[in-house]
């Protein structure tokens, strides 16, 4: 079992930025891939970015690529999603997720039901 919990969430204005970290609690933390997801009402959860167990990889959605940077601390079980230049369509809450890298491959890793574990999520709201 893996409990997550996010934080950093927040208010920012349009082109600001924020950090959102995801503590990991329970079994290895370095033995999972972590990813993170956004949702906003009445959509399906979309796929924001991931990163390998080793953090040898990171992958992001078109839509954050250039913008969003998503890192791991292994020794401290965290993970972060660095989000510059933020805009009023980046409002949503922010999941962070696990899944055991096993089952981490290019064909699924941005799909939310390959995904074990999942934080409460954090509210991202950004204003115009």
């Known amino acids: 079992q893996v409990q997550l919990v996010e934080s950093g969430g927040g208010l920012v204005q349009d082109g600001g930025s924020l950090r959102l970290s995801c503590a990991a609690s329970?079994?290895?933390?370095?033995?999972?891939?972590m990813g993170w997801f956004r949702q906003t009402p009445g959509k399906e959860r979309e796929f924001v970015a991931a990163?390998?167990?080793?953090?040898?990889?990171?992958f992001y959605a078109d839509s954050v690529k250039g913008r969003f940077t998503v890192s791991r601390d292994n020794a401290k079980n965290t993970v972060y999603l660095q989000m510059n230049r933020l805009s009023p369509e980046d409002t949503a809450v922010y999941y962070c997720?696990?899944?055991?890298?096993?089952?981490?491959?290019?064909?699924?890793?941005?799909?939310?039901?390959?995904?074990?574990?999942w934080g409460q999520g954090t509210q991202v709201t950004v204003s115009s």
């Open positions: 997720a696990a899944r055991e890298q096993t089952t981490f491959t290019l064909a699924t890793y941005n799909l939310s039901n390959g995904y074990k574990y």
């Open positions: 990163v390998t167990w080793s953090s040898g990889s990171t």
């Open positions: 329970g079994r290895t933390f370095s033995s999972y891939a």
